[in-house]
């Protein structure tokens, strides 16, 4: 999905920088959706535990940094050559145990970069650069179009037979402003080379470029089922970039990356323009193709434990079909400008209520930067907006002037890094000036003044201990790495150099320590002495939307007109042919091309986590999981929130945030932000609510769980003071700051509001579920469509009765800190089994002094929660917004309470995905998603879809599925390969991190691990018949199910027209 590329692919390696920009946009074949995980069976739906991440030592102990956190080995590996390569250089990277090599193809001299690691994650990609002359959005649909189908594996959609029936770790594709990527990743090396073999193939040979059709579908075509009916455009990509701009935020980087790149590609847009992609012609499509998707244009990546000589084997039998041919894509660099520029331009806007945006942006550089220059960049970015504290972001929240701050500071994703910072919510246009003064005050009073030297330690140990611990959190690293190395190998740069970090870290802790004025030098030369800079402001228009429909109405209104007869009845007929081949099965032949794997290459085994609980003292118990982290201690202190009401709880996000941005008693929110990044790898806090579950059958639909969660992590010699912040955070956080809560108010009910335009399905899948049970009805209440009032409901509060508000926050600190009793206070450790066994002695005092505390309650007043819900009624609701696409949600119990669910529920759930309704809903209706998922749980089942110019053909699909699968005739072949697709789901790899707290929630909620295996067992045996009988629950399920909607007004009046079960419409924004 078209995103902030820091936001997305942020990880450390080398100086490339650590926070979002709104400026940089990427854009994938497959939305990253975030839908609540399967409860028990996954990693947990946990909000943003580490969004507040802070950081690490002091200065006198950095250098024991590198010593506390354990780096692999270098693998012990002979050099290799191979007869079609040759070896440009070979280089260890120290930093993370591994070895690279960089190898030039000779017949077509294709970089290819090798790197041996221990690690079965093994990940390929092959990255082309690809920066386009117009926003045709050629790179975007291309990237799409190549995976529809290829010589070797002539289906329709290889990459979704893939999806159905590979181990993957990781599958999908990007485009950038100015390259397009292709990864994947497995741990199974069968499947691995299946994968890397199906890519290449895909790339070098498309179907695409021979069949005009692919085309029509990926990007844009017209369509008329009848020579009467409207004519419309419809393309996969064609409706996802109309939902992408829909967002303002979107639309305001379309704009800031236009007006600061106006002589470059980067001025144009590689994801392509709704306005503009209609104007792509079949030849265009084809000649970009053939002029960059040349080996001689390509850049080769392979990470992991397998055989150098086989990849480079591999990779030969397609790059020796090639000549080497000279292709120029180099990005041109954009000159700096002299003179300031000012750009308005207007978004669509809900209502009364909309508010200005404004962002100041530099282009910083015209001329490439080192390595050193680009981490020291970094670290700046961290002391400038890297949290809550930083000091530009918190002059810009501040200042009052709006509700939620943009930008990130620096981005150096691109040739030419950029920086961008403002804010939304603005009162008046006149307000964008103040925003600029401010950005630029703030910037020269640094500039003379310099940072403090807390804050400066703070943000080289943040830099250091993300490039140390090396987090990638369910991303394989191989494939981080390969974003890394790019970040210069795109521009003909050293990929090695890009990995690498310790000299840079070296010299630039030398400046610092010489006071070297690293940071005032880069804020003069890059920002204040330079011109080349772009105020954007962005204007609400209510009757945006209206005019944008009503003109696109016209314009195919006049279009049709000039149309002849013949030329009517030539798109109907094309139409027709598009759906026919959409809708066509790909003969047996074809499927049996696509590389597979068979049952017995999987492990019948489930995967176990270690945990061990011990009862220490007056019912809390500590849970722990040794197993290998580096060295690092990870921490959460789960505090029980039934003593809550569920109308304190709607108060919980806001609580959260206060405990660690408000400043306690002893340090305020600067210092304590600070002393949270001089001692820690990170602290943060959230909750979790989950339904407790019932073996293998429907749980009780009351029974419902709730923790507050304080997560953290350090290097052993810190514990002592990890656990000192974790207190001083929990009892003495200052909550009688009232312009902190204004603040946090106001920039969540900007964000929400953003959020349900732009992931108007997680809200409508929410709503949907909190009709059937408490733990769904809870989650709703804190952060669903509900939550949106609720926040409103509390600025008003807050501005006319603070000390009411206030109280009920104290009230809720003393309820959770009334820590003895069974269950009410929980901490949960994952580190190396040594270091646990080390640092028992120190949890334990810390759990006496949380005992001993004197903020808690003495009595507990337990709440019984589903007593106080008051869930959701039936029917279809909608909730109109401003966009151009819809999020349609529909659902039910599908199971009730009791009844015993096999695991077969996940193959057939991930078999509707991947197939039904991605052709249906994706391919032949032009969503950017289809999807669906069962929670075993709760018995409850949604259906929903992304970025959909549909409603009510999107619904009419949904009910389809259902005699689809009542009626399937299923070949062996084909439930095998989805089995062995729900098998990758269900092993995919964690971090240490990831597998400690996914242990200690399957603890909570009773999931047992001989549940998790029954359930395997019961995947691998799922038969056809299982298929049939899911299909007449679902049957019964449409007779009953209700529809959620987030979309645009005119979808809903054409809607209910149409249908009998109206919606019944609900104001939002």
Same mark, same amino acid.
């Given at each position: ?73 270098? =693998?012990?590996?002979?050099?290799? @050559?191979?007869?079609? #390569? &040759?070896?440009? +250089?070979? $280089? !260890? ?118 069949? =005009?059709?692919?085309?029509?579908? @990926?990007?844009?075509? #017209? &369509?008329?089922? +009848?020579? $009467? !009916? ?135 550089? !015209? ?703």
């Amino acid at each position: 999905a078209r995103r902030p590329i820091r936001a997305a692919l942020c990880f450390s390696i080398g100086g490339f920088a650590l926070s979002a920009s709104l400026v940089c946009w990427v854009a994938s074949r497959t939305p990253r959706l975030t839908v609540p995980a399967v409860r028990g069976y996954s990693t947990p739906s946990f909000r943003a535990v580490h969004t507040n991440s802070r950081a690490m030592l002091t200065k006198a102990s950095t250098n024991k940094l590198a010593g506390s956190i354990a780096i692999s080995q270098l =693998p012990d590996a002979e050099t290799v @050559e191979h007869e079609a #390569y &040759e070896t440009v +250089k070979i $280089d !260890d990277i120290a930093e993370y145990g591994a070895r690279a090599t960089l190898f030039k193809h000779k017949k077509t001299g294709t970089e290819v970069l090798s790197v041996e690691k221990d690690d079965e994650n093994k990940v390929f990609g092959i990255v082309f650069r690809t920066p386009p002359k117009d926003s045709t959005g050629i790179p975007h649909i291309l990237e799409h179009s190549v995976l529809c189908g290829s010589r070797k594996y002539p289906v329709k959609e290889p990459f979704t037979e893939l999806m159905k029936s590979s181990l993957n770790t990781f599958l999908n594709a990007f485009t950038y402003p100015d390259r397009t990527c292709y990864p994947v990743a497995s741990q199974n090396l069968k499947d691995f080379y299946n994968l890397v073999n199906v890519y290449l193939d895909a790339v070098f040979f498309p179907r695409a470029v021979s069949d =005009p059709q692919v085309l029509a579908q @990926e990007g844009w075509h #017209y &369509e008329l089922d +009848k020579e $009467d !009916d409207p004519l419309t455009r419809k393309g996969v990509v064609f409706n996802e970039m109309k939902g992408v701009y829909s967002q303002p935020d979107n639309l305001m980087g379309k704009v800031e990356l236009e007006s600061l790149f106006p002589d470059n590609t980067y001025g144009v847009d590689s994801g392509g323009d709704p306005k503009v992609i209609p104007s792509l012609t079949f030849e265009q499509f084809k000649a970009f193709h053939e002029d960059h998707y040349h080996p001689s244009n390509a850049r080769v990546y392979f990470y992991g434990d397998d055989p150098v000589k086989e990849r480079l084997d591999l990779l030969d039998s397609y790059l020796n079909e090639f000549d080497r041919r000279n292709v120029d894509t180099k990005i041109e660099w954009q000159k700096l400008k002299e003179n300031p520029r000012y750009v308005e331009s207007k978004f669509a806007s809900a209502g009364d209520e909309g508010k200005y945006m404004s962002s100041v942006n530099w282009v910083v550089h !015209d001329k490439p930067l080192d390595s050193s220059e680009k981490l020291a960049i970094s670290v700046l970015s961290h002391l400038l907006m890297g949290n809550s504290a930083a000091v530009l972001k918190k002059a810009l929240t501040d200042s009052g002037l709006g509700e939620q701050v943009l930008g990130g500071a620096f981005d150096d994703t691109l040739q030419q890094t950029v920086f961008s910072a403002g804010l939304k919510g603005l009162s008046t246009k006149e307000d964008a000036k103040k925003v600029e003064n401010l950005i630029v005050d703030t910037l020269t009073k640094l500039a003379k003044e310099g940072f403090p030297d807390e804050a400066i330690a703070a943000s080289m140990n943040t830099i250091e201990f993300r490039l140390r611990e090396f987090n990638t959190g369910g991303f394989p690293k191989g494939l981080m790495f390969m974003l890394g190395a790019l970040e210069g190998w795109i521009y003909d740069r050293d990929p090695i150099e890009g990995l690498r970090f310790e000299e840079d870290l070296k010299s630039l802790k030398e400046k610092l320590a010489a006071k070297e004025p690293v940071f005032q030098n880069i804020i003069k030369k890059m920002l204040l002495d330079n011109s080349h800079r772009v105020t954007v402001t962005m204007e609400p228009d209510k009757e945006l939307e209206k005019i944008e429909l009503d003109q696109e109405s016209n314009e195919l209104k006049g279009i049709k007109e000039k149309f002849s007869v013949e030329d009517i009845k030539s798109i109907v007929e094309e139409t027709k042919a598009l759906k026919a081949a959409q809708a066509a099965e790909d003969p047996p032949e074809a499927r049996a091309t696509m590389p597979r794997l068979s049952l017995e290459d999987l492990d019948k085994k489930q995967r176990d986590i270690p945990i061990e609980v011990a009862e220490v003292a007056e019912g809390t118990k500590i849970v722990s999981h040794p197993m290998s982290t580096s060295g690092i201690m990870y921490m959460d202190i789960a505090l029980n929130l039934d003593s809550l009401s569920i109308d304190d709880l709607t108060l919980l996000p806001l609580f959260e945030r206060m405990l660690t941005e408000s400043g306690t008693e002893k340090r305020d929110s600067v210092a304590l932000s600070q002393y949270i990044g001089t001692h820690t790898g990170g602290l943060g806090v959230s909750h979790m609510i989950d339904q407790k579950v019932n073996g293998m059958k429907i749980a009780d639909p009351d029974s419902v769980i709730g923790h507050l969660v304080l997560r953290a992590k350090c290097v052993p010699e810190k514990i002592d003071t990890m656990l000192d912040i974790a207190k001083e955070v929990l009892t003495s956080a200052k909550l009688d700051n009232k312009q902190r809560v204004l603040e946090i108010l106001k920039e969540t009910k900007a964000g929400m509001e953003a959020g349900i335009v732009g992931s108007g399905h997680r809200f409508a899948a929410g709503r949907l579920s909190a009709r059937y049970t408490v733990a769904d009805y809870i989650g709703e209440q804190m952060g669903g469509i509900s939550y949106l009032a609720t926040v409103k409901q509390l600025l008003k509060q807050a501005e006319d009765d603070w000390p009411t508000l206030q109280k009920r926050l104290e009230n809720i600190r003393s309820a959770l800190l009334s820590t003895k009793g069974d269950g009410r206070m929980l901490i949960n450790l994952t580190a190396d089994k040594e270091l646990l066994e080390a640092s028992e002695k120190q949890f334990k005092e810390f759990i006496a002094t949380m005992h001993a505390n004197e903020v808690g309650h003495d009595v507990v007043t337990k709440h019984d929660w589903a007593e106080e819900a008051k869930l959701v009624g039936s029917g279809n609701e909608g909730f109109p917004v401003p966009t151009q696409v819809n999020y349609v949600g529909f659902g039910g119990q599908l199971y009730q309470p009791g009844d015993e669910v096999s695991g077969s529920a996940q193959v057939i759930s991930k078999f509707l995905s991947t197939g039904f309704l991605w052709d249906n809903v994706r391919v032949i209706g032009g969503a950017y998603g289809g999807f669906c998922g069962f929670d075993p749980v709760s018995g409850l089942f949604r259906y929903l879809s992304y970025r959909d110019p549909n409603l009510v053909g999107t619904i009419d699909n949904y009910k389809a599925a259902a005699d689809y699968l009542a009626n399937l005739e299923l070949s062996q072949d084909d439930l095998e390969k989805a089995i062995i697709g729900t098998i990758g789901d269900v092993d995919s790899p964690q971090s240490a991190d990831q597998k400690g707290f996914t242990a200690f929630t399957r603890w909570l909620i009773g999931r047992e691990h001989d549940d998790l295996q029954k359930r395997r067992d019961q995947i691998l045996s799922t038969t056809v018949e299982d298929f049939r009988a899911f299909g007449r629950k679902l049957q019964a399920l449409n007779e009953k199910g209700d529809s959620v909607v987030v979309g645009s007004a005119p979808a809903f009046e054409s809607a209910n027209k149409d249908l009998e079960k109206k919606f019944e419409l609900l104001e939002i924004l």
